[in-house]
T-cell receptor
């Protein structure tokens, strides 16, 4: 596989469930990102990892918990979510954490919280 | 708080005409400017970036930057139906991990 892949592509979960989103990049990049895309709103940066170290956390609620075990994999662990958390969650990677480098996006996970 | 403003559209342009997409930003310290294209149900893909005042051309696409007016635009010449998508403007400070995105402009090319 090439580029940035995400699984699952679609997820429906109840507010009491625990689930995880997975992202994998095959580009040899050092930085990975989680974004949230809601209707009528700009893409919101949630987390940035550089060389497996978290460097940015944009005041994201603790019900979202990221994990970056190595530079190719990124997870987003979800628990006790709210209906307003329903959105498209996009993973991206770039050569380095400097945002002047192009970010390559995965296809996203469409999350619905019921 | 840094903001990036775009007209949400939809912007309808006849096939073969020039499509003009505009973006303004609030942070005067912004240094890097990007245009991403997002097809419906797909993820964003970078089509242009610009760092210096003036124009930058790449095929049918031209990015224009005016830092004094805090304004960046994207021109698409000879518009094709395949250009129909949402175009996202994003800005950042040099050396910053964070891209600030606009809400995007939905462009429709009419055959």
């Amino acid at each position: 596989e090439t580029g940035v892949t995400q699984t699952p592509r679609h997820l429906v979960m109840g507010m009491t469930n625990k689930k995880s989103l997975k992202c994998e990049q095959h580009l040899g990049h050092n930085a990975m990102y989680w974004y949230k895309q809601s209707a009528k709103k700009p893409l919101e940066l949630m987390f940035v990892y550089s060389l497996e170290e978290r460097v940015e956390n944009n005041s994201v609620p603790s019900r979202f918990s990221p994990e970056c075990p190595n530079s190719s994999h990124l997870f987003l662990h979800l628990h006790t979510l709210q209906p307003e958390d329903s959105a498209l969650y996009l993973c991206a990677s770039s050569q380095d954490r400097d945002s002047t480098y192009e970010q390559y996006f995965g296809p996203g996970t469409r999350l619905t919280v019921t | 708080q840094k903001e990036v403003e775009q007209n949400s559209g939809p912007l309808s342009v006849p096939e073969g005409a020039i499509a003009s997409l505009n973006c303004t930003y609030s942070d005067r310290g912004s240094q890097s400017f990007f245009w991403y294209r997002q097809y419906s149900g797909k993820s964003p893909e970078l089509i242009m970036f610009i760092y210096s005042n003036g124009d930058k051309e790449d095929g049918r696409f031209t990015a224009q930057l005016n830092k004094a007016s805090q304004y960046v635009s994207l021109l698409i010449r000879d518009s094709q139906p395949s250009d129909s998508a949402t175009y996202l403007c994003a800005v950042s400070d040099f050396g910053n991990e964070k891209l600030t995105f606009g809400t995007g402009t939905r462009l429709t090319i009419i055959p």
